[in-house]
């Protein structure tokens, strides 16, 4: 897994000195100030972990979380504090930014705001809200007021109680319409699962301060589509008991249309490039190579600011960005130490429509003949199981792989990348 990391180190000597783990044992949390933290490192990075995954080794090893209770402490606990996304939906429903909006387009949404700003004004708050009087109110960092909740502790299959005092919680929008308050968290970057503190603390909060019901809201902008998650709190004194209310898609993307003919032109069209001195991918995800193209779009990223911000541990990273090289998408800068920063070939490809950088990616994979050898079986006889890929890469000659574990392992990577390409259709 590679040399310890800052926070692990970090936290490794406080769990140190203050028998952290001994603490938790007897009395099932342990509540520790900023300015302990502070000792060893700066909270701000000591605290923030938006994906189970980020967690330090010693959370993961213990089955520890950590959560905020004021604005200089928090509670660490074997609680249950993140929740996976569900299964996306199939359908996406098509809206128009208005015709006289001239400063928005699919080309210009690279950051949360700017997504949320177009989701608002193209009407896909208000037709998944199912509201059209909504008006944007609270966003920003703010106080979360005085509350007590109770969240599921994984250890003993009770609930600890926690009590809040002005924590600091951050909305990344509201919008009040007739009906009711959303408080909406919204993402740029894909992942598994996310913290459920950045819907329930808002929540809380406003749920005491106005009397119409409010909705949580989680909107993740990726590739050019909306993914809009709704969900409540069956108990609203409990943080464990989120649940989904409903989940829609949308784009503003014009032409969404690929076809099996558009597959099997660029199959004979493409031309093939020379296998790269670069690690054979080995990121099964093609989803998130695209959005790692996308998050690398607005400025270059070390491989730790990709772990620390990005729901990847430090071996993913270096899968995802060595996929992304092999590519020819992303490059490595090593001006001032190394740094991952978009080619000119990444940056063409991502101001392209949505049918067009589809075909783009699906390119930038087929030009490596053992995809394109094994998408042309595939068309052939309507599958390909492993190890028919198997063959076909052992045909290819291709970097650093010798041993059969390891075109196995590799041979996933080819079929999820043909999967999605086939999904497109």
Known sequence: MGAESKNDSAWRLLFDKYSILDWVERQGFYKISASQIKEFREPRLMAKFDHTINLPKLFKQNNL????????????????????????????????????????????????????????????????????????????????????????????????????????????AGYEGCKSLAIIEAKRDLSDD???????????????????????IFLVYSNGIFNLYEYEFSNYLEYSSLRLVKQKNYTIEEDMNITTEDIENLLKSVKTVSEPEIPFPQANSFARIINLCELLREHPMTRDEITINYDFDERQTNYY??????????????????????????????????????????????????????????????????????????RNTLYHI?????????????????????SLI
């Open 65 to 172: 979380a950590i959560l905020p209770v004021t604005r200089g402490d928090y509670v660490i606990s074997r609680f249950n504090a993140y929740h996976k996304f569900e299964t996306l939906s199939d359908e996406i429903v098509r809206v128009n930014i208005p015709s006289y909006i001239q400063s928005l387009s699919v080309d210009s949404i690279t950051s949360e705001a700017v997504a949320l700003n177009c989701a608002f004004i193209s009407g896909i708050m208000a037709d998944f809200l199912e509201d059209d009087m909504l008006v944007p109110t609270v966003s920003g960092r703010m106080g979360s007021g005085i509350f007590d909740f109770e969240i599921a502790d994984i250890h003993s299959q009770g609930n600890i109680k926690l009590h809040v005092d002005n924590s600091q919680i951050e909305i990344d």
């Open 194 to 216: 996310f913290l459920v503190r950045q819907l329930y603390y808002p929540f809380r909060t406003w749920k005491e301060r106005i009397t119409k019901p409010v909705k949580p």
């Open 321 to 394: 960005t060595d996929a992304t090289r092999y590519l020819g998408l992303v490059e490595k800068q090593r001006d001032d130490g190394i740094r991952f920063s978009l080619t000119p070939l990444g940056k063409s490809i991502l101001r392209l429509g949505y049918k067009q950088r589809q075909l783009a990616f699906c390119e930038c994979i087929l030009s490596h003949k053992v995809f394109a050898d094994a998408l042309h079986k595939w068309f052939s006889q309507g599958h390909i199981n492993r190890s028919e890929i198997v063959d076909i890469m052992k």
């Open 402 to 422: 010798d041993s059969d574990s390891t075109y196995f392992r590799r041979a996933s990577t080819i079929s999820r990348w043909l999967d999605w390409i086939v």
